[in-house]
C-alpha cells in the first residue's frame, strides 16, 4: 500500500495569511500512460462530503478560487492557500490514485488564528 | 448538474448485512470508474472499493475483502456496496463518487452506517 503522510496535522493562519500544507507519497505517483502524478487534494468541512479542489497533482477544479494552487511531482507535493479566507476553515486532505488501495493522508485541519 | 444520492445505510448488529446505493442522474455510469469511500466518526476518509468497466474490473480494501461486494447495475443506472458480516469497526459515513480524467466527483452526500448490538 502507498502510504501517504501529511504535514503539519494542523496549522492556524491569520486573515490573510498564507497556508502551506504537504504531502509525501511512499513512492512515486508519476503515471507513465497519462504522464501526470495521481495525486489529488480535497476540503473537507464538518458535516460535508470532500470537495474536489485539484487533480493530477496541479490542476485546479472548476469554481475553485485561485489563492488554492498546488505543485509536486514524484513523491512530494504541496497545497497552498495564498491568501486564507474565513470559509477556507477545514480539514484538507490528499489522496493517491496511483493504484488500489487509494490511500489518503491523515488530514490537515487549518483554523484561523 | 450531475447528482449523487447513497441510500441504504442505517443501525445493524454485528455480524449483520445491509446494501448500500448509488443511483446516478444526468450521468452514464459505464462510462465512469464507480468507488465507495468511507469515514468513521471524527477520523479520516479511507477508501473502500471500487467498479470499472461496466463491472469487469473490482477492486477492496483488505479490511473489507471477502466481506463487502461492489456491483454495478447499468440497466438502473445504479451502483451498490453489499456488505455482509459487518463490524464495529465498519461503523462509518459511507459516500459514493464517481472516477474519470483525474477527478473524483462528484461525491454523494454520505449515508451512515452503525454497527452496533
Known amino acids: 500500500d502507498i502510504v501517504m503522510t501529511q504535514s503539519p496535522d494542523s496549522l492556524a493562519v491569520s486573515l490573510g495569511g498564507r497556508a502551506t500544507i504537504n504531502c509525501k507519497s511512499g513512492q512515486s505517483l508519476l503515471s507513465r500512460s497519462d504522464n501526470s502524478d495521481c495525486l489529488t487534494w480535497y476540503q473537507q468541512k464538518p458535516g460535508q462530503p470532500p470537495k474536489l479542489l485539484i487533480y493530477?497533482?496541479?490542476i485546479r477544479d472548476s469554481g475553485v478560487p485561485d489563492r488554492f494552487s498546488a505543485s509536486g511531482s514524484g513523491t512530494d507535493f504541496t497545497l497552498t492557500i495564498s491568501s486564507v479566507q474565513a470559509e477556507d476553515v477545514a480539514v484538507y486532505y490528499c489522496?493517491?490514485?496511483?493504484?488500489?488501495?487509494?490511500?489518503f493522508g491523515q488530514g490537515t485541519k487549518v483554523e484561523i488564528k | 448538474e450531475v447528482q449523487l444520492v447513497e441510500s441504504g445505510g442505517g443501525l445493524v448488529q454485528p455480524g449483520g448485512s445491509l446494501r448500500l446505493s448509488c443511483p446516478a442522474s444526468k450521468l452514464s455510469l459505464s462510462a465512469y470508474c464507480m468507488h465507495w469511500f468511507r469515514q468513521a466518526p471524527g477520523k479520516g476518509l479511507v477508501w473502500v472499493s471500487n467498479?470499472?468497466?461496466?463491472?469487469?474490473?473490482?477492486h477492496y480494501a483488505d479490511s473489507v475483502k471477502g466481506r463487502f461486494t461492489i456491483s454495478i447495475d447499468n440497466a438502473r443506472n445504479t451502483f451498490y456496496l453489499e456488505m455482509n458480516g459487518l463490524k464495529a469497526e465498519d461503523t462509518a459515513f459511507y459516500y459514493c463518487?464517481?472516477?474519470?480524467?483525474?477527478?473524483?466527483?462528484?461525491w454523494g452526500q454520505g449515508t451512515s452506517v452503525t454497527v452496533s448490538s
Open positions: 463518487a464517481t472516477y474519470g480524467s483525474g477527478k473524483f466527483g462528484p
Open positions: 467498479i470499472c468497466r461496466g463491472g469487469a474490473v473490482t
Open positions: 489522496q493517491q490514485y496511483y493504484s488500489p488501495p487509494y490511500t
Open positions: 493530477w497533482a496541479s
